[in-house]
């Protein structure tokens, strides 16, 4: 088969499409025939090498695909060859195949074509399990989601509106903020333009977020705690603007408040097992009912993953990157 590899650490170049030997799937897996994937921040930090898959992983990049089911390993029990899947994966999705457990395994949702799908696993388990299980956002809460328009940005507004929450984003141009808008985003900031403690604070009455889903880190650390309100919980899930800040507890113990830093990659499998099957029950049939959608930016072809990566890091894109095979 052919898979994307990545011989050496570097720029978008790095990504190689090369033929390597197939995958054999283990017990309680499955091998999936690859339709698509889906490019992802962490896959863009794999190529610079500053994210190691976690051990027995597939050294080839790609957290997420659909397909079709193409063999069964030992003990894999509740799917059949030729099932219409998508799957949640620690990597090697940037290929034409892949061993998957199957317990990240999710059936494509009616009505989306099996390419969409790939769009999903990834950021609707990474929304799923730190706004809802980690955060428990309620409804008439309010969400603040830095980075609105990301592919993680657009599934977590739609989820927030579906279960009746407010939603405050922050996005770099109006053409984002009009994405966000159509998804039903209540406040809007434009990052370059305004001050988010601000924004919020006035759009609230002064009540402020609840609940604050933050990919950039150190640099927003300050600024989303003045943000929280009372018994607000600050969810941390990237460090694109650094890993270390001062953090004044006073004013966190003033707000009776949470903070909390979660990844999805190196989770064991029984917790990822535990957030896929709940994302099924809670979020596949908004999903089929057509409440919520993938926002996909476009689709290249796999051979193309260099390109792709060159529009994540350029943060051009709107919603999900596809890499089609």
Known sequence: MRAITIPEPGGPDALVWAEVPD????????????????????????RQGFYDPPPGA?????????????????????????????????????????????????PVPKGLDPAEAAALP?????????????????????????GGSSGIGTMAIQLAKAVGAKVAVTAGSAEKLAACRALGADILVNYREQDFVAEVAAATDGRNADVILDVIGAKYLERNLDTLAVNGRLV?????????????????????????????????????????AS??????????????????????????????????????????????V
């Open 236 to 276: 941390v899930i990237g460090m694109q603007g650094g890993a270390k800040a001062e953090l004044n507890l006073g004013k966190l113990l003033t707000k009776r408040a949470a903070i909390a830093a979660t990844s999805l990659r190196a989770r064991p499998l029984d917790e990822k097992t535990a957030i896929v």
């Open 122 to 146: 990834e950021v609707v388990s990474t929304v799923w399990s730190n706004v809802f299980q980690v955060a428990h956002l309620r409804p008439g809460e309010t969400l603040l989601v830095h």
């Open 58 to 106: 597939s050294r080839y990049p790609g957290l997420e695909c659909s397909g079709r089911i193409a063999a069964l390993g030992p003990g894999a029990a509740g799917w059949a060859v030729g099932d219409e899947v998508c799957a949640l994966l620690a990597g090697g999705g940037y290929a034409e195949k892949v061993a998957v457990p199957v317990g990240q395994l999710l």
């Open 23 to 46: 995958p054999v799937p283990g017990e309680g897996e499955v091998l999936v025939e690859v339709a698509a994937s889906a490019v992802n921040r962490a896959d863009v930090l794999q």
């Open 279 to 324: 994302v099924r029950e809670h979020v596949w049939p908004l999903i089929e009912s057509g409440r919520v959608r993938p926002v996909i930016d476009r689709a290249l072809p796999m051979a193309q993953a260099p390109e792709a990566h060159r529009l994540m890091e350029s943060s051009a894109h709107i919603g999900k990157i596809l890499l089609t």
